[in-house]
Every structure is written in C-alpha cells, then in structure tokens.
C-alpha cells in the first residue's frame, strides 16, 4: 500500500523512504517509520508543534541511521527530490540526526519542540508490545541470544560503548527500554508511555519466571 498524504511533498518523501525499507528485518522496516509518523501527529497535535516538520522528520529519522549505513547526504538528497525547500530540510536534517538513544548515561541533545516531539514518538515505538517485538527481532537479526542468566546490565557512558554492546536481547531492556519513559519530554508521550512502560515490566517479570521455572 503506497504510502498516502494530501500535502504531496509529504507524500513523494514518505514514498522514497517506505521503497528504500519495506522488508527490512531489523526493526527499522517502514512500519516503523509509519507507526512513528502517526505517534509524531498525534504528539505534535497535542503540544501544539509545527505539524509538517515534525511529519517531514518523523519520516526522515532513520534515513541516516548509522545502524543502516547510508553516505551522509542521502537524506538532504531525498528531501530535494520531494520538493522540499532548503532551510526546511535543514531543520529536518539536524532533527533526525539527534534522535538516536546513545547510551544509558549518555544525555540527550533535543534542540526544539518538533525535536523532542520526534524524538518521543520513535521511543514510544522502542517500548510497549511493539517495543518487545523489536528488541527480539533485532537481537535475532544481529545473532544475539534471547538471554544469557549470567550477565549484568551496563549503563553506557559513550556512544562508542553502547554501539559496541553485544549484550542478550533481555539486558536491552535494563540498558535502554526501561529507562524511555522517565526521558520522554512532552506530557502527551509521558501519559502514553507510563502503559507501555507497566506492559514490559509484566512482560520481563513473566519471562526470568518461566526462565527458573516458576510460572
Ligand atoms: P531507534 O529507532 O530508537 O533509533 P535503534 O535504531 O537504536 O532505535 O534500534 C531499533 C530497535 O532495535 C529498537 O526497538 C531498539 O530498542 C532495538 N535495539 C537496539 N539495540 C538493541 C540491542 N542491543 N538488543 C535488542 N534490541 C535492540
Ligand atoms: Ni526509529
């Protein structure tokens, strides 16, 4: 199903990008970059941000994603080709490029609200069931074990060590996932990411549970 917008810049840009990730196995396939648009309008409905940066961006924000191995450039590239002017491709560019979590102890850098609105909707698609789904999916695409009892959980104090990380798909939820709810800045993701949050809990609590053999 092509990707539908009635502003047609909007349109041309979601299409570029739902052809370069449809079936990608990571969990950075179009439905991600989908389910981020439409968490992004509603936040940004909510808080009153500029709605067509923070759409642009949402749509924008993995194009350059280090994990996917682009050339700097593509997504000023993709941008151009859709129509969209420079100064706003600057913008959209600088948001996308601060999104990426970097760390347990590593702060983050959010310059403006259409930033941290972005920024929100693509942690709110890290946690909750989608965010469990993922954390196993991307594990499994990068052979990682479901859980290994004997590790620890470490709180990364570099980019470098958190990229690194070779850590079990469970030790994701001590190092990154649980810790998004308390680092979301608008009030519309914090109220829609305390459920989600309460969801994984359950869920890690249920899996050392079977794990031992106790439930
Ligand atoms: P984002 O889209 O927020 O930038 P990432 O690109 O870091 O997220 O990761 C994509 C998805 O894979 C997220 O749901 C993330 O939590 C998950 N993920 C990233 N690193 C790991 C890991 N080491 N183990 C399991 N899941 C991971
Ligand atoms: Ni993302």
Known sequence: MPFVHDDPRIEAFGRRVQASCSGEGSGHDWWHIWRVWRLARRIAETEGAEMYICELAALAHDVE???????????????????????TARRVTDIARRISFRGAQVADETPCLEGRVVQDADRLDAIGAIGVARAFAYGGSRGRPIYDPGETPIMHDSFESYRRSRSSSLMHFYEKLFLLADRMHTPAARALARERHAFMEAF???FLDEWEGLA
Request: glycine share 16%.
């Open 204 to 206: 890690v609590q249920r």
């Open 65 to 87: 994603d280090h994990k996917l191995g682009r050339p700097p450039g593509t997504l000023a590239a993709w941008l151009e080709e859709a129509g969209v002017d420079g100064p």
